[in-house]
C-alpha cells in the first residue's frame, strides 16, 4: 500500500528557508507526477507545484520565485526547496501522486496518493 511521508516542516521567521521532502518505499515516483499541495485549517487544500515523471516542473503564481520542486529519482524522494518564506506560507503542506498523463495536474481530484501533511509556520 502507497504511504506517503512528509518531512521538513517547522517554524521560521520571515525571510528563511525550508526544504520539504516525501518519500515512499512502496512504489517507485518514477511511474507517477508528483506535487505539493497547502492547506489552512477551513479552507481549500491549495495546489503549489508539481513535476513530471519526466522532469518538468510547474508552480503556482505565488511561490514560483521562491520555490523549487525537485525528485530524486534514485532515493525515491520529492522535495520542496522554499526561499524567502511569508506569513502567508504558513500552512499545512502534503505530497501528492498522481497516475494521470496530464501535466500540469493542479486539482486535488487529480491525485489519488496523499501524505499526512507536515505544518509549516512562519512568524517572528
Known amino acids: 500500500q502507497e504511504r506517503l511521508i512528509e518531512s521538513g516542516g517547522g517554524l521560521v521567521q520571515p525571510g528563511g528557508s525550508l526544504r520539504l521532502s516525501c518519500a515512499d518505499t512502496s512504489f517507485s515516483f518514477s511511474d507517477y507526477n508528483m506535487a505539493w499541495f497547502r492547506q489552512t485549517p477551513g479552507e481549500q487544500r491549495e495546489f503549489v507545484a508539481a513535476v513530471s515523471r519526466t522532469g518538468s516542473t510547474y508552480l503556482t503564481d505565488s511561490v514560483k520565485v521562491r520555490f523549487t520542486i525537485s525528485r530524486d529519482g534514485a532515493d525515491n524522494t520529492l522535495f520542496l526547496k522554499m526561499n524567502d518564506l511569508k506569513t502567508e506560507d504558513t500552512d499545512v503542506y502534503y505530497c501528492?501522486?498522481?497516475?494521470?498523463?496530464?501535466?500540469?495536474?493542479?486539482?486535488?481530484?487529480?491525485?489519488?496518493?496523499w501524505g499526512p501533511g507536515t505544518q509549516v509556520t512562519v512568524s517572528s
Open positions: 501528492a501522486a498522481s497516475h494521470k498523463v496530464n501535466f500540469p495536474a493542479t486539482r486535488t481530484a487529480d491525485y489519488g496518493f
